[in-house]
């Protein structure tokens, strides 16, 4: 059975900075696309970053291009989301997910992710 669990959310000030994390059971994270998206209530899920199977390739959405930065740790089964200068409007629940295909490379499609976490809570306050 595929899990994934999101941690290392929050609460921060403006200007501040989170790292979270994607951990992966039942599956092996390095051979598929991996995104993260954010949720706003009375929003649809937006997405955010990904990184493809290879991890040679990130695409980033353009709220958070310049801020966030994604990355694998392969030895220990993740994807990280480092998350720079936040500011109020990242407040949200963030999801990891992975993509339906194997070796799968960046997508931004929600359709394309079959198994998520069960989110995250990013608050940016002061």
């Known amino acids: 059975q595929v899990q994934l669990v999101e941690s290392g959310g929050g609460l921060v000030r403006p200007g501040g900075s989170l790292r979270l994390s994607c951990t992966a059971s039942?599956?092996?994270?390095?051979?598929?696309?991996i995104s993260w998206f954010r949720q706003v209530p009375g929003k649809e899920r937006s997405w955010l970053a990904c990184?493809?199977?290879?991890?040679?390739?990130?695409m980033y959405g353009d709220s958070v291009t310049g801020r966030f930065t994604i990355s694998r740790e392969r030895i220990k089964n993740t994807v990280d989301l480092q998350m720079d200068s936040l500011s109020p409007e990242d407040t949200g629940v963030y999801y990891c997910?992975?993509?339906?295909?194997?070796?799968?490379?960046?997508?931004?499609?929600?359709?394309?992710?079959?198994?998520w976490g069960q989110g995250t809570q990013v608050t940016v306050s002061s």
């Open positions: 990184i493809s199977a290879t991890g040679g390739r990130t």
């Open positions: 039942g599956v092996t994270l390095n051979t598929y696309g």
């Open positions: 997910a992975r993509n339906i295909r194997l070796l799968s490379a960046c997508t931004n499609n929600p359709t394309d992710y079959g198994d």
